[in-house]
Structure formats: C-alpha cells, structure tokens
C-alpha cells in the first residue's frame, strides 16, 4: 500500500509538471505537443549533471539537477517559440519533429558520450544510483517522500496564484482568448505567448528528471518517455486547463500509472491473473475513455494553435 | 505590371517552389546532421555523412550493391504506404500521428493470420488493411462525435495497439527469441510474391509486387484527391469545415472516411514489410514503430503530393538504412533518425521559405523590367 501510494504520488507529480507546463502554453495561445521531447531533453540536462556532478552534497545535488533540467527544457522549447511564434509555423508539425527531434539528440548523445568513456560500452544509458537518493525528503516505513512531490505541489499552488491572481498571468490568459484584443489595450502578445512556451519548456524539462528518477536508477534512452508527454496533455484536457483541477486529475492518472509497478503486490489484482501488459496498457487506455467523455465541452483556450496576425479581426 | 497573358517564370511555379522548399529542408538537415558528427568526432564526420548518403552504393560490387538497392526499396515501400496515410489526413485537416498503431496493428493481424492459421497473403493483405483502417476509424469517431484531439487519440491508440500487438504476436514467436517465428519457413505462403521481380535486383528475395504496388497505391491516391468527387468533398471538409457542413457535405462521416482510409494505408504498409520476409516483429518491442513518424517526416518532405512522397519516401528510407553503416565504433545510427527529425523540423518552415521565394522573384522581376 505505501508503495502503491509512493509511485501514485510521483507519477502524479510528473504528470503535473508536465500538464501545468501544457497549461501555460496553451494559455499563451500555443499548443505544446512538443512536451514529450521537452521531457527528454529535461531528462538528460538532470542526467548529466548527476553523471558529472556526482559528489555534490545532498541539496546542492537537488538543486543542480533542477537548474540543469529546467536549462534543457527552456532552451529546447525555444524551438517551439522561435519556429511557433516568429515564424507562424503549423505547431502540430513543430511540437511532432521536436519529439523525434529530442529522442533521437538525447540517443545520438548519450550513446557518443559513453563510446568516448569506454569504445565497448554501446548503450544509451546513463545510471545514477547514488545521486538519486539526494531527492529523498524522509521515509516513513516503506513509504519515500520525495522532494519532487513537494516542489510539484508547491508549483501547483504558485501556478494558480500566477495565473489568476497576477497581472502577467491574467495578460498571459487574454493572449490565448483573444490575441487581437489584448494587443488593442497594450500587451505584447509575442512577448507573452514566449513567456508561455518557455515557462512550458521549464515545467516539462523538470518533469522529465522526475519521470526518469521515479522507479528507477538508470535511464535508457532510447526508450524516450514513452508517451508521458501526451498523458500529461490528456491530464490537462481532463482539468480543463485548470490548475486545482489539473491536480486532481494528475492524481488519478497516476494512479493508474503506478498500478503498473506494484500490482503484483496486491492479492485481489493478482488472482485475476491478467498479463502485466493489461497493466501497461491502463493508462493510455484510461486516458482515451477520460478523453472521449470530457472533450466535448472543451474549454480550451480560444486562440490556442492559431499564429497571431495582427491584421485579422 | 503583370499581365495575363505574361507567362509564369521558372521560379514562380508552384511545383518548383515546393520542391525547392523541400531541397532546402534536405539540405538543412544534412548540414546540421554533419555538425552533430563533427562534434562527436571530427575525424569520422566526413565518412559517415558520405556513407548515410550513399547507403547501398557502399558496396563496390555492382551486384551486391544492387541488391541492397532491393532491400532499401522494399522497405520503402512500407514508408511509402505510411507517407500517404499521413499526407490523406492531413488533406483534411487531421493530423495522423496514429499511423504508428496502425502500422503495428497491420503487422499484428498479418503476421498472426499467416502464422497461427496458415493463411494465404492475400488474406493477411486485406487483414491488415482493415485492422489499420478500423484502429483509424475510432481516431476519426473520436474527433467526429467526441471532440477528441486526434492527435492525443492517436498516440495513446499508438501505446495500446503496441502493446495489444505484444501480447498477440507472442503465440507466434520463436521458442528461443523475442521475434515471431520466420515466415519463410513456417507459412510461405503468406510471403508476397515476388513476380520474377526479385531477379532485377541479384534475386534478393525481398523484392516483390509491394514495390510497383505501393507507386500504384500512390498514383490511386492522387487521383482520388485530385479528380473525384469524393476527394474534393474530402478536400473541401479540410479546407473549412463550416463551409463543406453548409454546402450539405456529411462532414462527420468524411472525416471518419479519411481516417479509415489513413489507417488502412498504414496498415497496408506493415504488411508489405512483414509480408516480404524481410523483418520479423519482436515481441519485446518497447517502443512505437518508427515506420509512421518517418512517414510524418515523408509526407512533409514530398510537399503533401503524393507523387512527391514517392520520392521523398525512398530518399528517407534511404538515410535510415544508411544510418547502420556509419563506423560503429565512433557514432551510433540513430544519427539518421535525428537527421530525418532536423528534416521535419525544417519542413514546418515550408511556408516561410516559400514566401521568402516568392518575394526574392518578385522583387528581381521589377528590377529586370526596368
């Protein structure tokens, strides 16, 4: 049960780093189907910090790998801005190639920097077995609080502030309603809708570093983040764009998500006998069903994926 | 001024545009391809860049060279098949990201049929074409009635159908690997027939009635779109939605049309690959089929026509085979991936580079005129 509730809460903090960073985005007016590859990228600057940093002390060590995942996110997300924003270009083709893009960079990357180290040594992965125990906040039993859980749930709070409660916040939200009538009362809808890619390019690069820290001490990665990117999308639609609501749906699709890891630990689940497969499968299947009930009344932010021209009305 | 009658110069047309845009695209991705080699090793870069271009002209025997030509073709068939179930969608206005499930879903009913009941091809053929074109079909139903974004939908169909196809390729693996059991051994007749075409390319066995198929399939697809009136109902759905619904077009059921025929086109494609004996699925597969995200890369790259995906589908398949015999020892092959990534990252900038076109001839006309 502690375990179950463990990879429940971190999975849930995942998904909404991810869903809130979708959130901003969107927000701005841009969608971000790129966050898959944001994910990524914001995996492998963590990773590289904890394979090159590897003897910092405990906090500095949390704090050095936040900073190196969210300069990861931020700058590749920048691809989404540049390619999105200046260039008008269709997003749904960017955010595509960035996932690609990001699988296939950290691979190429990972895979040369351990052929320099050892000509044998062929993987893509990268092992931090030491430095991960730095993100373990205390233990109680069986159950590990990590730092992750905390900081997720802090930024859930302060996303909310920021977005309702701020001016930059409630401008950010007018760029994706209506571009054309923000920029008629003096806000600059570029500047904003950056502001929305790159704070999304910072809650997904961070994300990442959560994902590939959850379960496991050593990240292959080829293996991308199979898909994360776009659960946390289903999360944010599930939400509605919403923070406090975005919270309460992360929580349930990880729930989903951490069934996977420890259903074997639970008696009812296995006299059932279905084929671990089943239990991958749960949330990509929970997330279609959620999808397919919630997206009629979509509340989805009115200008979102549409480039801004100033000229139309 | 222009008149009408001042015919278009060479620059201006929209063909030559398009495929400029596309060169630029290649070119992009090829440069900076060749910096991320440099920068991983400097002394290799060179070599390995040559060899990813030159693929099968690797090797200096002429036969064998145009034998691995065969096998670049008949896994650029399959490409092929995806390119246009994603350029189909994208006509209408859909973004088929799901031609990945559907691809495995293909592979998965094909491979099953022939290799659990012994059926012949042609009924592993149309299997795949209507478990692709089913799977497509939900993601269209989804958008239609439900609003679903069809690109969420189609990734998480993506994870489902993989892993659905896991756990039923399993009952047909071999005892001792991850990988279904060899068709050639176990069920020849569900290998596609080859049609004396095998003997074009030194008589590798992987070359069969796929390749000419799939330009055939191509050509069909053109003609579709261009010249009916199902396909400018099609087009007319993708270009305003409201406006096809107010011209009395069943928009809905266009739209699941489309995504029932993007998939069985994927799902087509899986078949030509799996059919032809030259992969075998595994079992342990943790990841997507790239086969679809390639098509992605494809479509774009061929300016969305589909003779032009014809092209830019074996130039992509060209680059990704050609990735495997980059010097091991210094680079990994998924440099092909990444360049195929940079590629399609560019093609987003299509527009944009048109538009710089358009304006650079404009403004060298006036100045010619004068």
């Known amino acids: 049960m502690a375990l179950l509730l463990q990879y429940t809460l971190i999975y849930a903090s995942v998904l909404l780093l991810v869903a809130l960073g979708g959130c901003f985005s969107e927000h701005s007016g841009v969608i971000n189907l790129g966050l898959e590859g944001i994910m990524v990228m914001g995996a492998l600057g963590g990773a590289l910090v904890m394979k090159y940093m590897e003897s910092l002390p405990g906090i500095l060590m949390l704090l050095a790998v936040m900073i190196g995942s969210i300069l990861f996110g931020v700058v590749y997300s920048l691809l989404l801005a540049v390619a999105a924003i200046q260039f008008k270009a269709d997003q749904t083709l960017v955010g595509t190639a960035m996932n690609l893009l990001g699988m296939a960079a950290a691979t190429v990357f990972v895979k040369a920097m351990n052929m320099a180290e050892n000509v044998n040594n062929v993987s893509s992965s990268i092992q931090y077995i030491e430095q991960k125990k730095a993100f373990s906040l205390l233990k109680i039993g069986k159950f590990e609080l990590s730092w992750f859980m905390v900081i997720a749930a802090a930024l859930l709070v302060v996303s909310h502030i920021v977005l309702y409660k701020t001016r930059f916040g409630l401008r950010l939200m007018a760029c994706g309603e209506h571009p054309q009538a923000a920029d008629s009362v003096g806000i600059n809808v570029c500047r904003m809708r950056y502001a929305g890619v790159l704070i999304s390019g910072m809650l997904g690069g961070l994300g990442g570093i959560v994902y590939i820290t959850a379960g496991v001490s050593e990240w292959k990665f080829e293996n991308g983040v199979a898909g994360f990117g776009f659960l946390a999308l289903a999360v944010m639609i599930f939400g509605q764009w919403k923070p406090k609501l975005i919270g309460i749906a992360a929580l349930l699709f990880g729930l989903f998500r951490a069934l996977s890891n420890v259903y074997s630990g639970f008696d009812a689940l296995t006299a059932l006998h279905l084929p671990s497969t089943v239990y991958n499968m749960l949330p990509y299947i929970i997330s279609l069903v959620i999808l397919a009930l919630f997206s009629r009344n979509s509340r989805a932010p009115k200008a979102e994926g549409i480039p801004y021209d100033k000229g139309q009305r | ?370």
């Open chain 2, 1 to 370: 001024m222009n008149t009408k009658n001042e015919k278009k110069s060479f620059f201006e047309r929209a063909g030559v545009q398009s495929v400029a845009a596309s060169l630029l695209c290649i070119i992009l991705g090829l440069l900076i391809g060749y910096l991320v080699l440099l920068c991983i090793n400097p002394a290799g870069a060179g070599k390995a860049i040559t060899s990813i271009l030159k693929n099968f002209l690797y090797f200096p025997r002429p036969e064998v060279a145009l034998e691995y030509f065969g096998s670049t073709l008949a896994k650029s068939a399959p490409l092929l098949m995806c390119t246009l179930s994603i350029l189909f969608a994208y006509k209408v206005g859909l973004f088929n990201i799901g031609a990945s499930g559907q691809y495995a879903v293909g592979a998965g009913l094909s491979l099953y049929l022939a290799l659990a009941h012994g059926m012949p091809w042609y009924v592993c053929v149309i299997a795949a074409m209507i478990g692709g074109g089913v799977l497509g079909g939900i993601a269209g139903a989804l958008k239609a009635y439900l609003n679903v974004n069809e690109v969420i939908a189609g990734i998480m169909l993506n994870w489902i159908s993989l892993y659905s196809v896991n756990m039923l390729l399993t009952k047909v693996k071999e005892a001792s690997t991850t990988y279904t059991a060899a068709l050639r051994t176990n069920s020849p007749g569900a290998l596609l027939p080859g049609a004396g075409l095998n003997h074009l390319f030194s008589d590798n066995r992987y070359v069969t009635i796929a390749i000419p198929l799939a330009i055939l399939i191509a050509a069909g697809v053109w003609i579709v779109m261009e010249k009916t009136k199902l396909g400018f109902e099609l087009r007319a759905t993708g270009l305003n939605l409201n406006a096809a619904k107010y011209a009395g077009m069943k928009e809905k059921r266009n739209m699941i049309l489309t995504m029932a025929i993007a998939g069985a086109l994927s799902g087509l494609g899986a078949a030509f690959l799996y059919l032809s004996g030259i992969e075998q699925w595994s079992c342990a597969q943790t990841a997507v089929p790239a086969m679809g995200f390639n098509g992605i890369a494809a479509a774009f790259l061929g300016g969305l026509n589909p003779i032009g995906s014809i092209f830019s589908s074996f130039f992509i398949q060209h680059i990704t085979s050609g990735g495997s015999y980059v010097d091991k020892m210094i680079y990994s092959s998924q440099i092909s991936d990444l360049i195929s990534a940079i590629i399609i990252y560019f093609c987003s900038f299509v527009l944009f580079f048109k538009s710089c076109m358009g304006r650079a001839v404009g403004k060298g006309r006036k100045g010619g005129n004068r």
